[in-house]
Structure formats: C-alpha cells, structure tokens
C-alpha cells in the first residue's frame, strides 16, 4: 500500500528515472526556457546517469543526493575539481526534478507522489573572492596588442577592438557579445545614439542597450570592412578553440597573465558602472528585468543614459575610432 501511494497508484512509475520525469513532466512547466536553462537541465541529468549506478526516481533520498554531490567535487574534469559554486549551482538545478517527486501537499502542489520527502543536503562553502577587473592599464595594453594580431584574415585589429569596446561599454555575456548580427545594430536609435538589441542566450531576456559615442564609433568603423550579416564573423561558440588560443596569445602579447578571461570585461564594465551609478550596472547586464519584463525590451531610463554617457574609458579607446 505505501509504494501504490507513492507511485500515484501506478506501478510503472516505480522505474522512473530522473530523465523521464525532465522529458514527460518538468518540460512541460517550464516557460519559454532558454537554450541555456535546456542545456544545464540535460547536463546535470548526464553527471546523475554517468557518477550514480541507480537513476530511478524511486530511489531518491538524502543520502543518494549527498552522494551525488560528493561524486561530483571527487570527478576531475581536465585534471581539475569542480569548485563549490560549480557543484552547488548543478544541485540547485536538479531540485525542481527532486521536487517534482516528492509527495503533493499545500507547499508543492505539483509533487507526483513518486519518492518520500527529505530534506537537502547543505550546498558546499564557497569561497568569498572578490572578482577580477581588468584596470584602465591593462584594458589600453589589449586594446595595444590588437595591432599585432593575424586574427581574424580581414581587420583583425579593429575586429578585437571593437569587442573590447563593446563588453566594456554594453556588458553583455561574451557569446551574446560575439553572436550578434548587423540586424541587432540599430544605429538611429534614441536620436542617432545607436542601440544593440538581443535575446540573452542563457535567460532567455530581451535586451536593448544604448550604445556610448565610442562604441558607435568602432562599430561604424566595423561595418566599413563587414561583409556577413555577423558583427564578427568566427568568433562564435562553434570556433571557441580557436578563438580561445588567439586570445591567449592576445593575452601574451598584452603582457597580461593567460587566467585572465574575456567574460572579465562584462565584471569590468559592471563594477565601473555600479561604482559611479549604483543600480545601472544591474540594468545594463539585464539582472534587474523582472520576468514580465523580461519578455519586452526595457527603456532606459534617463540615469542609465546619463551613466553610458558619463562612464570613462580607456585613453586607447578614444584614441582607436
């Protein structure tokens, strides 16, 4: 009688597993997902089916989820542990898959029934670094550098300066950044200000941001040379390899350290807004859209456009375009 009952009176649920509940229920609840909320879902289920021998749901408890957690910190990936945050981040992912399975009652009204309820194990400590910035100098001594980059074949300096400019200025995750078509660039918005304008990959959030006088600029120097309907063609995802050894010989001839990462620039351009215009960097990077909001661009509001205005840049930045 309690396994009828905790399998919802179906005994065919009793070998469930974790990817047939993500498949046949949890897909369903979800609105409008993004590519990236797909793909961490269908990651975290191929770690469970790869570090647990038994994936029924059934078998769902603390101690089998603690187990995973502890697989996961004790897995090398490329000869390097997970960190904390990694871990903790891919536990909190697979909790509405856990949720889903725990019995109805007025604080999950979507629970199926399929294993008792327990209680999580505690996320991992993770350490309170403070993250790394890119200083005025080092972004002048990339922005140097480009001149001696063979790539990109066409324009390779005014190529890597114009991404510069832009995740510096406008903020945007890097391969939203190097995803971008002319078709994003509207350059007669807000009385010829310019603007970009994207669906986030990983949020799925629309997003507008108003472009500063110096990334207009670049990207008016940009299109002079373009001719894809890409900002910059070969940079995106599916050449990553390639474009990641090039940055770290960008890196090398800039005489920055090969750690640094190019997703730095968008911590860059957050802190330097956040410390002259508090709440602007949020805007900017799309963290303050709520999920109504979401759905729609949001108009900026005139501290925003003070603050794109107002924000300094690098003296090789003006000096470029």
């Given at each position: 009688?309690?396994?009828?009952?905790?399998?919802?009176?179906?005994?065919?649920?009793?070998?469930l597993t974790?990817?047939?509940?993500?498949?046949t229920h949890?897909?369903?609840?979800?609105?409008?997902?993004?590519?990236?909320?797909?793909?961490?879902?269908?990651?975290?289920?191929?770690?469970?089916?790869?570090?647990?021998?038994?994936?029924?749901?059934?078998?769902?408890?603390?101690?089998?989820?603690?187990?995973?957690?502890?697989?996961?910190?004790?897995?090398?990936?490329?000869?390097?542990?997970?960190?904390?945050?990694?871990?903790?981040?891919?536990?909190?992912?697979?909790?509405?898959?856990?949720?889903?399975?725990?019995?109805?009652?007025?604080?999950?009204?979507?629970?199926?029934?399929?294993?008792?309820?327990?209680?999580?194990?505690?996320?991992?400590?993770?350490?309170?670094?403070?993250?790394?910035?890119?200083?005025?100098?080092?972004?002048?001594?990339?922005?140097?550098?480009?001149?001696?980059?063979?790539?990109?074949?066409?324009?390779?300096?005014?190529?890597?300066?114009?991404?510069?400019?832009?995740?510096?200025?406008?903020?945007?995750?890097?391969?939203?950044?190097?995803?971008?078509?002319?078709?994003?660039?509207?350059?007669?918005?807000?009385?010829?200000?310019?603007?970009?304008?994207?669906?986030?990959?990983?949020?799925?959030?629309?997003?507008?941001?108003?472009?500063?006088?110096?990334?207009?600029?670049?990207?008016?120097?940009?299109?002079?040379?373009?001719?894809?309907?890409?900002?910059?063609?070969?940079?995106?995802?599916?050449?990553?390899?390639?474009?990641?050894?090039?940055?770290?010989?960008?890196?090398?001839?800039?005489?920055?350290?090969?750690?640094?990462?190019?997703?730095?620039?968008?911590?860059?351009c957050n802190?330097?807004?956040?410390?002259?215009?508090?709440?602007?960097?949020?805007?900017?990077?799309?963290?303050?859209?709520?999920?109504?909001?979401?759905?729609?661009?949001?108009?900026?509001?005139?501290?925003?456009?003070?603050?794109?205005?107002?924000?300094?840049?690098?003296?090789?930045?003006?000096?470029?375009?």
């Amino acid at each position: 009688m309690i396994a009828l009952k905790l399998y919802n009176g179906d005994p065919d649920n009793a070998d469930l597993t974790l990817r047939d509940l993500y498949e046949t229920h949890l897909l369903e609840e979800l609105d409008s997902p993004s590519v990236g909320t797909l793909s961490e879902y269908q990651t975290v289920i191929n770690d469970w089916e790869r570090l647990m021998q038994n994936s029924a749901v059934r078998h769902l408890s603390r101690k089998t989820v603690k187990n995973f957690q502890r697989h996961l910190a004790n897995e090398l990936i490329r000869g390097n542990p997970r960190s904390p945050a990694t871990i903790n981040k891919k536990l909190r992912t697979l909790g509405p898959l856990i949720r889903l399975a725990w019995p109805k009652d007025s604080h999950n009204p979507g629970g199926l029934g399929l294993c008792e309820y327990f209680k999580l194990p505690k996320p991992l400590t993770e350490e309170n670094k403070v993250p790394f910035v890119y200083s005025g100098k080092q972004m002048n001594a990339l922005y140097k550098a480009a001149a001696e980059m063979d790539w990109p074949r066409r324009f390779p300096a005014t190529t890597w300066r114009t991404i510069f400019v832009m995740h510096y200025t406008c903020g945007p995750r890097t391969f939203d950044l190097l995803s971008l078509k002319w078709s994003n660039v509207d350059f007669e918005y807000g009385r010829g200000r310019g603007a970009i304008s994207f669906i986030a990959a990983k949020t799925g959030k629309r997003q507008r941001i108003p472009l500063k006088n110096v990334a207009r600029r670049h990207l008016l120097k940009l299109r002079e040379h373009s001719r894809t309907d890409y900002l910059f063609p070969g940079f995106q995802k599916s050449n990553h390899r390639h474009l990641y050894a090039n940055w770290k010989k960008l890196l090398t001839l800039a005489g920055l350290p090969t750690t640094c990462h190019l997703e730095d620039f968008r911590k860059t351009c957050n802190t330097a807004y956040e410390e002259r215009f508090p709440g602007v960097g949020e805007w900017i990077l799309g963290h303050s859209l709520s999920r109504v909001n979401a759905k729609n661009y949001v108009n900026p509001t005139r501290m925003v456009l003070r603050a794109i205005r107002k924000l300094p840049v690098p003296t090789e930045f003006k000096q470029g375009a």
